[in-house]
C-alpha cells in the first residue's frame, strides 16, 4: 500500500506550485528547527550540496531514499508556508520508501496542522501509510475511516485503494470490500472498473492467505457477499486447483451479474504466475538433497528426506524431477556440494544444521542455486541464488509481534528461558513489537534447573515492589495491611517463550494466582506437551503453529491423511518435520522454475519469499480449549 503510491506523482508535490505564499510562524519555524534536528541524527546525507527539488527527486530515483528525505525537510526548513508542507510530505513519502516508517512519523508529527486541503488529505493518507508501515493497522483503519471521499477522482481512488488494503490487515474484511466497490463506482473507463476489481480479488486472497478468516454469512449486500465469497473461491483454488471452475460456476449461480464474474475465470483459473525478485530462473538438472542421515540428527533428517520425497512422488511421473540425496553425516559439506555438481544437480536443498548451513553458503561452487534447511546468522549476506527456509521458533515469535500491535496490545510482558534459545525467541519479539510502535514493559528469564519461575514472574509482574510498598507502609502506621497481589498496571499482553513444557505448566497457575490471568498470555508452541493431557494447565493461552499441526479439513489435511503410513510411527509431533521437508520440495520447484505466484500454500504455513532470499512463514492461530488446541481468529 504504501509502496504502490511512493513514486507516483501527486499534487502535492513542490514542483507543481508556482508560487509560495504567506510567512512562517513563530511556532511553525520552532517545529521545522526541531525537524532539522530529527534529520541530522539519521545519517550522512549522500546527495550533500544545496538543496533543491530537483536534486531530491533524482536521489529518490536512484533509490537513495535517505539523502532525498533529508534534502526535502531541508527545503521544508528553508521555505515559507505553504510550500514547506508540500516538501515535509515530500519528505515522508522518502522515509516511507526508504522503509523508515519512524522517520516519516516524525517528519508528519512536526506539521500536524494546517495547510490546504489538498494537503490536508495527503497528510492523513500519509499518516495511515505510516501506521500501516508499523503495523500498526488498528490505528490506520481508525484513521482512514475518518477521512471523507474528496471531489478530486485521483484523491477518491487512492482513498479508496488505501482503505482497501489497510481494512484488510486489520481484520476488516467488509470495509475492504465496500471500499474497493467505492473505487470501482468512481472509475470512468472499463480498464480503470477491471483494475479495481482485480486488485480487491487479489487482495482478498492474500488476506486470506496470510490466515484472515472470512465469514461471508457476516455480509447483508449481496455484492458485498459475493466478493467474499469469490476470495475464499480463489484462495481455495490457490491451495487445489481441482474443482475450482465448478467453484466459479456455482458462484456465478449464486450471484448474477456480479462484476468479479467479468475476471474471476481469467484471474483464478488462469492467474499470471510471476516469481518475486530474486527468485532463480528456470533450471536444468536433478535436485540434489543435502541431509544428515547419519548422527545425532538422523531421526529428524529421515523424516525431513521422507517428506520431501513424498512431495516430489506427486509431480506428474513424465516431468518429474531426479533427487539425488547426499549424506552430510558422512560427507562433509565441501565434498556433497563438489560431488552434487559434478553429477549433474543444478538445484541444491539443504543442508540442515546451523553450523552445515553457514559452510554451504560459504563454500557452494559458483553460484549454484541452493535452499538452505536453517537460517544463516543475521548479519551474513546471503548471495545471489541463495534461499533460507527454516522451522525457526522466531517466526512465531515475530507473527505474534505483529498480531498484539495490529490488537494494540502493545506493551508487553515477555518471559523467556535462559540460554542462547531464548535471547534469539525473545529478542526476535521485541525487534518485531517495537517495529510496529509497541514496547516491552517487563522481562523476565527462567531457569527450569534452578525452579526460579515463581521469583522470575512476582519481579516482572511488579508484585515484588507492590509487596515492598506494603511493607513500608506497615512500618509506617504500624498496621497490619491486608495484600492482594495485582501486576503491574501497563501491561496489554504476556508472551511467553519455551521449550520445556513442564515449564510452561508451571507459569499459566503462576499467572492466574497474582491476578494476571485475564491479561493475554501468547506462548511459543514448543511448549506443548504432546500429551493433551498435559495441557490442561495452559487453558486459554494462545500461540500459533503449522497448518499441519492445526487444519482438520482441507487439502493440508488431506495430505497428512494420505501420508500417514510414511510418519506415523515417530508420533504426530515430529512429523511436523515431514511437513518440514514436504514444502522443502514445493519450495524447490518454485525457485527452480521462476514461475509460481507467492505467496505458496503449505503444510508449514503460507509461504512468502522476502527479497533477501528468506522464506517467511505465516502460521494458524489457535488457543488452548480444554486441554486440547483450537482454531480461532485472534482478530475477533
Not at 393 to 405: F, K, S
Request: charged share 20%.
Amino acid at each position: 500500500m504504501p509502496r504502490q503510491t511512493q513514486t507516483a506523482q501527486h499534487d502535492h508535490h513542490p514542483r507543481h506550485r508556482q508560487t509560495a505564499s504567506g510567512r512562517l510562524g513563530l511556532a511553525a519555524a520552532s517545529l521545522l528547527a526541531l525537524l532539522v534536528l530529527g534529520a541530522c541524527t539519521t545519517g550522512p546525507v549522500d546527495g550533500t550540496g544545496p538543496a533543491s527539488a530537483d536534486r531530491a527527486e533524482r536521489l529518490e530515483k536512484q533509490g537513495n531514499f535517505t539523502a532525498a528525505a533529508q534534502m526535502y525537510e531541508r527545503l521544508a526548513a528553508q521555505n515559507p508556508a505553504p510550500d514547506n508542507l508540500d516538501f515535509a510530505l515530500a519528505a515522508a513519502h522518502a522515509w516511507l520508501a526508504g522503509n523508515r516508517p519512524d522517520d516519516a512519523q516524525r517528519t508528519l508529527d512536526a506539521f500536524n496542522a494546517g495547510g490546504t486541503p489538498a494537503q490536508a488529505f495527503e497528510r492523513e493518507l500519509l499518516r495511515a501509510e505510516t501506521a500501516t508501515a508499523r503495523g500498526q493497522y488498528a490505528a490506520a483503519w481508525r484513521d482512514l475511516s475518518a477521512v471523507a471521499e474528496p471531489a478530486n477522482p485521483a484523491q477518491a481512488t487512492r482513498l479508496f485503494r488505501t482503505r482497501q488494503d489497510v481494512a484488510l490487515r486489520a481484520g476488516q474484511p467488509l470495509e475492504a470490500v465496500r471500499a474497493g466497490i467505492a473505487r470501482e463506482r468512481i472509475a470512468t473507463t472499463d480498464a480503470n472498473r477491471n483494475s479495481a476489481r482485480r486488485d480487491l480479488l487479489s487482495d482478498l486472497r492474500g488476506a486470506i492467505d496470510r490466515g484472515l478468516r472470512i465469514d461471508p454469512a457476516a455480509a447483508r449486500e449481496p455484492l458485498v457477499r459475493g466478493w467474499l465469497e469469490i476470495g475464499q473461491i480463489a484462495a481455495s483454488a490457490g491451495r487445489s486447483p481441482m474443482g475450482a471452475e465448478a467453484a466459479i460456476d456455482r458462484w456465478r449461480t449464486r450471484f448474477p451479474g456480479h462484476p468479479a464474474a467479468t475476471i474471476a475465470y481469467a484471474e483464478i483459473i488462469a492467474p499470471a504466475s510471476r516469481a518475486p525478485a530474486g527468485a532463480a530462473t528456470a533450471a536444468t538438472g536433478s535436485i540434489a538433497l543435502l541431509l544428515p542421515l547419519s548422527g545425532s540428527n538422523a531421526a529428524v533428517a529421515q523424516l525431513i528426506r521422507d517428506g520431501f520425497l513424498a512431495s516430489m512422488s506427486r509431480q506428474p511421473e513424465a516431468t518429474r524431477t531426479a533427487v539425488q540425496v547426499y549424506d552430510t553425516g558422512t560427507l562433509s559439506v565441501s565434498a556433497a556440494l563438489q560431488t552434487a555438481q559434478s553429477e549433474g544437480a543444478g538445484f541444491v536443498v539443504g543442508p540442515l544444521t546451523r553450523e552445515q548451513v553457514q559452510q554451504a553458503a560459504e563454500q557452494r561452487p559458483g553460484v549454484l542455486p541452493m535452499l538452505l534447511l536453517n537460517n544463516l546468522a543475521a548479519d551474513a549476506f546471503p548471495g545471489a541464488q541463495l534461499f533460507q527456509y527454516a522451522l525457526a521458533p522466531e517466526d512465531e515469535a515475530r507473527q505474534i509481534a505483529r498480531q498484539l500491535n495490529a490488537a494494540g496490545q502493545q506493551r508487553a510482558l515477555v518471559l523467556a528461558p535462559t540460554g542462547e534459545w531464548g535471547t534469539r525467541v525473545a529478542t526476535a519479539f521485541a525487534d518485531e513489537l517495537v517495529r510496529g510502535g509497541g514496547r516491552v514493559a517487563a522481562q523476565g528469564n527462567y531457569d527450569l534447573a534452578r525452579n526460579d519461575i515463581t521469583a522470575v514472574i512476582t519481579a516482572a509482574l511488579g508484585v515484588d515492589a507492590a509487596r515492598a510498598r506494603q511493607r513500608r507502609l506497615q512500618q509506617i502506621t504500624g498496621l497490619s495491611l491486608v495484600h492482594e497481589p495485582k501486576p503491574r498496571a501497563d501491561i496489554d499482553a504476556i508472551f511467553v517463550a519455551g521449550y520445556q513444557s513442564l515449564a510452561m505448566r508451571q507459569i499459566n497457575p503462576q499467572l492466574r494466582f497474582f491476578n494476571a490471568g485475564g491479561v493475554p498470555t501468547y506462548i511459543t508452541q514448543d511448549g506443548l506437551d504432546p500429551d493433551e493431557r498435559g495441557n490442561r494447565d495452559l487453558e486459554g493461552m494462545r500461540f500459533v503453529d503449522l497448518p499441519w499441526m492445526l487444519e482438520p479439513t482441507g487439502p493440508v489435511a488431506d495430505t497428512r491423511s494420505a501420508t500417514e503410513s510414511a510418519w506415523s510411527a515417530r508420533g504426530k509431533r515430529q512429523s511436523r518435520y515431514f511437513a518440514f521437508g514436504y514444502d522443502a520440495a514445493t519450495l524447490a520447484l518454485a525457485l527452480r522454475s521462476g514461475q509460481n505466484a507467492w505467496p505458496v500454500p503449505g503444510m508449514t504455513g503460507r509461504l512468502a519469499l522476502t527479497p533477501e532470499g528468506r522464506v517467511e512463514r505465516n502460521l494458524d492461530w489457535a488457543r488452548i480449549k480444554d486441554g486440547a488446541p483450537e482454531l480461532f481468529d485472534p482478530l475477533r
